[in-house]
């Protein structure tokens, strides 16, 4: 079974910087889409940046210019740095692994919590 196992979530200033990882028990066909999602408390879950199998990273407009979505094949594991960081990015984020279509089956980590408070 593919696990996705997320780190580097925790406390950060209004302003500051956190990069989360995200590690891929093994290499996935390439047709994945992987990314980041968040969900803040009382809110619906919003897919905020994705790495598609071709083409350049995707982010959702409030996070354009201050994260950034990258991926180590090597190492099977993908990152976001995050900068600028929101008391509105606190959230619980979620690395994702999505066939698109659903020809395949999607992956989910179990979410690390991300607080932006001072």
């Known amino acids: 079974q593919v696990q996705l196992v997320e780190f580097g979530g925790g406390l950060v200033q209004p302003g500051g910087s956190l990069t989360l990882s995200c590690e891929v028990s093994?290499?996935?066909?390439?047709?994945?889409?992987m990314g980041w999602a968040r969900q803040a408390r009382g809110k619906q879950l919003e897919q905020v940046a994705t790495i598609p199998p071709s083409g350049r990273p995707q982010y959702i407009d409030t996070v354009k210019g201050r994260f950034t979505v990258s991926r180590d094949n090597a190492k099977n594991t993908l990152f976001l740095q995050m900068n600028s960081l929101e008391p509105a990015d606190t959230a619980v984020y979620y690395c994702?692994?999505?066939?698109?279509?659903?020809?395949?089956?999607?992956?989910w980590g179990q979410g690390t919590q991300v607080t932006v408070s001072s």
């Open positions: 093994e290499t996935l066909p390439g047709v994945y889409e």
């Open positions: 994702n692994a999505i066939s698109p279509g659903g020809v395949l089956q999607n992956y």
